[in-house]
């Protein structure tokens, strides 16, 4: 079906241009963060994303190589922040922050930078970045509990603040953020990058306006998203009219060990669709509950995912999609549930769920379900004097998160993809150079695994080092995310084929809950523990995906790297070992 024809006056040249400079302005404010944070997950594992609204907060371009959850909810945040303040309170200079999860954000973790773009004295728009911080605090080192059982555990909570006004620094704000994190250096150098990326963004702004006129840029913007909203429509009236429906599961909640029960019903009319959550759990104590911003998130792009992967994410794209989370509910709690888990595993779970509920309808276009999680590992503790770093480190705090790739689902005539990040987002694997040279851990062996061959996994292994100048016991605190471990729901399959494969981590007799779980790690201690054998993620189509990323095994230990002969250090396998 073709996608119906401009309705402005602006010829195709110029808007392209104009598309692809929106673009471009992400890209920059992306560059920017890379090159300028302090933290090994921001300029080593891209856990971040941009983007550029109009005045109206409408999405006009997002890094396309950013997290695709953040399409949705970096929106709510900025308007949160319009809503806090006022369109007229806001000034050329000011810097806003947020990141509650009830207004717009993910998890706390997550947190986003936003400016108004000011042109000739008029608000014109606004330039976004949002990037996940190592630590806000909370509970546990990295801020995600996988055990918590109330928003309050995980970390500190900011509504949208200004930590700048018209270009002056509060100061105040600064001071109360940086006192309730474990890394203030870090977090101050993270937030100093974002601030830098907006900045950029900006000025490329500026650029398209004075290049094109204001008239011309606004026209333009107009345009790019009815675009996108026709091109949407077209691709959604290929699916057959009609109602499907889905029905999955969270293996636990994190608290109570019960599983979650997840309904989706998605009627089809036309060129508009449907999602529709009703019949599933009450929002549950653990940590699994998924805000409606992330929920939303998750449908958009398991839709984009299904149609034509080069429809424009912009706000139109969106227009025909209509989703129903009722209230209170797992996918919509209501403060102050905990939401940590509902990023990265229940977001995962949906977009699972909307290739399931289409796949009657569009069974070509649809694979089927991928790893189900982003696999995410915190750890965290104390160094010791004389351990990496050096000088007078002993008491400093380090944090750091590790989230090992996994396979997605095969599709009728293809074959799933191997250690990639799950769909909602781009993230890369951190080299292991990058984490032995700022934390106290020692990568051994990482690796990757056939699942045709029904082996063990290879574990990927890390060492926590600390030295003291007298004898002292150190820990680190670990934390834990992964589903799809302790119950018979598999990942789904798909042209007929039946489920395959597990998450990473299977229930622990040492845990109660293995796939969410907070504990310390001392010295000498092993994780995953040794009758912990994780089986494959990676799920089933007529083909699979061949192979997997390990999981994380970590271990403390008194010694320093240095004292560890360089021959004795387990080299990156040049080959991926055959099982």
């Known amino acids: 079906m073709a996608v119906a024809e401009r309705s402005t006056g602006i010829d195709a040249v110029t808007l392209e241009v104009l598309r692809n400079g929106f673009v471009q302005i992400c890209n920059e404010v992306t560059i920017t963060l890379l090159k300028t944070a302090h933290s090994v997950i921001f300029n080593e594992g891209k856990d971040l994303s941009s983007a550029v609204f109009d005045k109206d907060v409408r999405l006009i371009a997002q890094d396309m190589q950013g997290c695709p959850v953040h399409i949705a909810a970096m929106g709510q945040s900025v308007k949160a922040g319009i809503s806090q303040y006022g369109i007229d309170d806001l000034r050329p200079g000011d810097v806003l922050l947020v990141n509650d999860s009830y207004t717009g954000g993910t998890h706390l973790p997550d947190v986003t930078v936003f400016a108004p773009v000011f042109w000739e004295g008029e608000l014109v728009g606004f330039v976004a970045n949002r990037g996940h911080h190592n630590d806000v605090g909370g509970m546990a080192p990295g801020s995600m509990p996988g055990d918590a059982t109330e928003m309050y555990q995980e970390g500190l909570i900011l509504p949208a603040v200004k930590i700048f006004e018209e270009g002056k620094r509060n100061r105040d704000v600064w001071s109360i953020i940086l006192a309730n994190v474990r890394l203030p250096e870090t977090t101050r150098g993270d937030i100093s990058a974002q601030t830098a ?149 229940t977001c995962n779970r949906i977009v699972d769920m909307v290739f399931g509920a289409l796949a009657p309808g569009i069974p070509g276009q649809v694979a089927a379900g991928e790893l189900g999680s982003c696999n995410v590992y915190t750890l965290g503790g104390t160094r010791a004097a004389g351990g990496y770093g050096g000088g007078s480190s002993d008491g400093e705090s380090w944090v750091t998160i590790l989230n090992p790739k996994g396979g997605w689902g095969a599709m009728a005539e293809k074959d799933g993809w191997t250690c990639i990040q799950d769909p909602l987002s781009n993230c890369r694997i951190q080299p292991a150079e990058a984490l032995e040279n700022v934390y106290p851990i020692k990568v051994r062996r990482p690796a990757i695994r056939s699942s045709e061959s029904r082996s063990w996994w290879r574990r990927t292994s890390a060492t926590a080092t600390s030295r ?54 001392r010295r000498g201690a092993e994780w995953p523990p ?30 320093r790297r240095a004292s560890t002969p360089a021959s004795s250090r387990a080299p990156w396998p040049r080959e991926s070992p055959s099982g």
């Open 530 to 559: 040794e009758r912990q054998r994780p089986s494959s993620p990676t799920c089933g189509a007529r083909r699979r995906s061949r192979r997997s990323f390990s999981s994380a095994c970590c271990r403390a230990s008194s010694r």
């Open 468 to 521: 003291a100048r007298r004898p002292r016991r150190r820990t680190a605190s670990f934390s834990q995310a992964s589903p799809r471990s302790t119950r018979p729901q598999r990942p789904p399959g798909a042209s007929g084929s039946r489920a395959s494969g597990r998450s990473a981590a299977r229930r622990s007799s040492r845990i109660r809950n293995a796939s969410r779980s907070s504990t310390r790690l």
């Open 197 to 345: 990326g907006v900045h950029t963004g900006i000025r490329r702004f500026h650029s398209l306006l004075a290049g094109y006129g204001s008239e011309t840029v606004q026209g333009g913007i107009d345009e790019i998203i009815a675009y996108s909203e026709r091109h949407m429509r077209s691709e959604i009236a290929r699916i057959p009219d009609g109602e499907y429906r889905f029905v999955d599961y969270m293996d636990t909640d994190g608290a109570t060990g019960r599983p979650v029960k997840i309904v989706m019903t998605v009627r089809k009319s036309g060129s508009e669709i449907e999602f529709d959550f009703t019949g599933s759990d009450p929002q549950v104590p653990g940590a699994v509950n998924c805000v409606y911003s992330v929920t939303l998130s998750a449908v958009w792009i398991g839709l984009l995912m299904v149609t034509d992967p080069n429809i424009h994410p912009s706000e139109g794209a969106f227009a025909p999609v209509t989703v129903i989370a009722p209230r209170g509910t797992v996918v919509n709690p209501i403060r102050p549930a905990s939401t940590v888990s509902g990023l990265t595993e």
